[in-house]
């Protein structure tokens, strides 16, 4: 069975999509409703803006969507999916392309998201770091022995947790990782603490948003963030992406259960191989692929 995924946010560069634009028609009517729709020309940062331009949440996360979703619509027939899945904002390109929300709908709702994830992180200044080669109960531990917020915020891959959170509680908890034999504690280049409490703003200010737009049973199943598991009722779709802001992105869960549903091919859509690699650490016999 095929699972196509999603990357999220970090998976950008300067360039990306550009060559979709130009090679096809479809592709480039789809960038085109897309500026129209943000009220921006986000394919001119896309495709030959700076890096500090790209890196800003409400240009980022539409323009690794854009990617991916367009990507995606442009296999045409090639594109069957028995399942898919995204990392934390690809879940909202997984959604898109199983038939759960309109390519318009998904646009706007991931816009709002990232506007709103935005200003979250100016009210409070928050991080996020990687705790590599530690044991995920380990890191667990020892966040919840540390004052103030720090959370498990992404399970990428078995010894790969990334934690989030407020700055001097995320600075304590990597001095303890790296106490606790962790190979390396490295804080992220990130505007603030997604998947964490400090995010408690945005998810009330999305969940307005996600509440008034229209959502459809998927064509497949889609595997979320929140809980790992296959989805195709929309009320529970609904309800799990409006959590997914302060809730942890189960990643590793997610990849393992979808291989214990029958997934036999992995095949990643959009910027970079983040996921690919992540997965081949969580089972080494699956196939894993990517289409850029």
């Known amino acids: 069975m095929k699972a196509y995924v999603f990357p999220g946010q970090g998976a950008q560069f300067v360039g990306m999509g550009k060559e979709l634009y130009d090679n096809n028609a479809e592709a480039r009517e789809m960038f ?9 020309r986000i394919t001119d940062i896309m495709f030959a803006g700076s890096d500090e331009e790209l890196k800003q ?7 690794v969507f854009l990617h991916s979703v367009i990507l995606a619509k442009t296999l045409g027939e090639e ?24 390519f318009e709908d998904g646009l706007r709702l991931v816009s709002a998201r990232a506007q709103a994830m935005q200003k979250a992180c100016e009210l409070k200044p928050s991080t996020m770091a990687a705790i590599i080669a530690l044991p995920d109960e380990k890191v667990e531990e020892i966040c919840a022995n ?36 962790a190979k390396r504690a490295l804080p992220l280049k990130v505007g603030g603490a997604f998947h964490s409490p400090c995010m408690e703003p945005a998810r009330a200010e999305l969940a307005e948003a996600i ?12 595997y979320q963030n929140v809980d790992a598991l296959p989805h195709i009722d929309p009320a529970e779709i609904k309800g799990n992406l409006i959590a997914q802001l302060t809730a ?37 016999e699956v196939s894993v692929t990517g289409i850029q």
């Open 248 to 284: 942890p992105v189960r990643w590793t869960q997610t990849v393992r259960n979808m291989i214990a549903n029958g997934a036999t091919e992995f095949i990643e859509v959009g910027p970079g191989k983040a996921l690919q690699g992540m997965i081949s650490k969580i089972d080494r």
């Open 79 to 102: 594109f069957k999916p028995d399942m898919t899945a995204g990392h934390s904002l690809g879940e909202f390109s997984a959604l898109v392309v199983a038939g759960a929300l309109s």
């Open 32 to 40: 085109e409703k897309a500026n129209e729709i943000l009220g921006f």
């Open 146 to 181: 540390i004052d103030g917020i720090v959370v498990g915020a992404n399970y990428n891959c078995p010894g790969q947790l990334v934690i989030s959170g407020e700055i001097e509680a995320v600075n304590q908890a990597c001095e303890a990782a790296k106490a606790a034999g």
């Open 211 to 222: 509440d008034h737009t229209q959502f459809h049973a998927p064509k497949c199943p889609v």
């Open 57 to 63: 949440t409400r240009v980022t996360q539409p323009a």
